[in-house]
C-alpha cells in the first residue's frame, strides 16, 4: 500500500530553518506531483507548496514565497526547505501525493490529493 512518511520536523527559534523530508513508497513515485500541507491547532490544513512529477514546476503559497523550497529526487523523497521561520509557520506538516495529469496549479486544495502521510511537528518559537 502507498506510504509517505515525514520527518525532520522539530522545534526552531525564529530566523532559524529546517529540512522537512517525505519518503514515498508503494507508488512509481514519478508518476506524482507532490504537495506539502500545514495545519494549526484550531485551523484548517492549508496548502504550502506543491511540486511537479518531474521537478520542472513549482508553486507556493503567499505566506511561504521566497523562504520555502521545495524540491524531490528522482527515486522516491520530496523535501521542503524552510529559511526564515516565523512563529506563525508553527504547525503540523504534512505531504501528499496526487497522480500526474492536471496543472500543477489547480493542485492548492487538500481534496485535490489523493494520499496523505501522518504528519511531522514544527514548532517555532520567537
Known amino acids: 500500500q502507498v506510504q509517505l512518511v515525514e520527518s525532520g520536523g522539530g522545534l526552531v527559534q525564529a530566523g532559524g530553518s529546517l529540512r522537512l523530508s517525505c519518503a514515498a513508497s508503494?507508488?512509481?513515485?514519478?508518476?506524482?506531483?507532490m504537495g506539502w500541507f500545514r495545519q494549526a491547532p484550531g485551523k484548517e490544513r492549508e496548502f504550502v507548496a506543491a511540486?511537479?512529477?518531474?521537478?520542472?514546476?513549482t508553486y507556493y503559497a503567499d505566506s511561504v514565497k521566497g523562504r520555502f523550497t521545495i524540491s524531490r529526487d528522482n527515486v522516491k523523497t520530496v523535501y521542503l526547505q524552510m529559511n526564515s521561520l516565523k512563529p506563525e509557520d508553527t504547525a503540523v506538516y504534512y505531504c501528499?501525493?496526487?497522480?500526474?495529469?492536471?496543472?500543477?496549479?489547480?493542485?492548492?486544495?487538500?481534496?485535490?490529493?489523493?494520499?496523505w502521510g501522518q504528519g511531522t511537528q514544527v514548532t517555532v518559537s520567537s
Open positions: 511540486i511537479s512529477w518531474s521537478g520542472g514546476s
Open positions: 508503494g507508488l512509481t513515485f514519478s508518476w506524482y506531483d
Open positions: 501528499a501525493a496526487d497522480l500526474r495529469g492536471s496543472s500543477l496549479y489547480t493542485k492548492s486544495s487538500v481534496k485535490d490529493y489523493d494520499f
